[in-house]
């Protein structure tokens, strides 16, 4: 038995983890490899057209917008991991920021 058949992986694969930044360079990368290797995920986006484009690909969706705190919130309703992958410009800290706010208390156990 290998590392890779150890209780983690059945928690793992088990897990919804939010994946942000989804139809961006990393994020486009990370969401085909979760979905190569099955973990499953949603993706938050802010737009209905960005929504809709990943959505057409087969990636569940969930909207949420960096600079709507609610809208975090209820994104991460529910949700125990998150992959926080954000625009890195001027508003990189005060987003991020916001995000690790709202997984605290929405009580993500791990954000990444």
């Not at 360079?25 to 986006?45: E, H």
């Not at 969706?61 to 949700?79: M, N, R, W």
Request: with cysteine.
């Amino acid at each position: 038995m290998s590392a890779r058949d150890g209780p983690w992986q059945k928690r793992f694969l088990t897990t919804t983890i939010l994946l942000t930044g989804a139809t961006g360079n990393t994020g486009q990368v990370i969401a085909s490899q979760l979905a190569a290797r099955g973990v499953p995920f949603v993706a938050m986006a802010r737009s209905d057209a960005r929504r809709r484009e990943l959505e057409a690909l087969g990636i569940t969706t969930v909207h949420g917008d960096f600079d709507d705190p609610q809208s975090l919130e209820q994104a991460l309703a529910g949700i125990e991991r998150a992959y926080l992958v954000c625009t890195p410009d001027e508003h990189l800290v005060a987003r991020e920021g916001a995000f690790i706010r709202a997984a605290a208390s929405a009580g993500v156990g791990h954000v990444v």
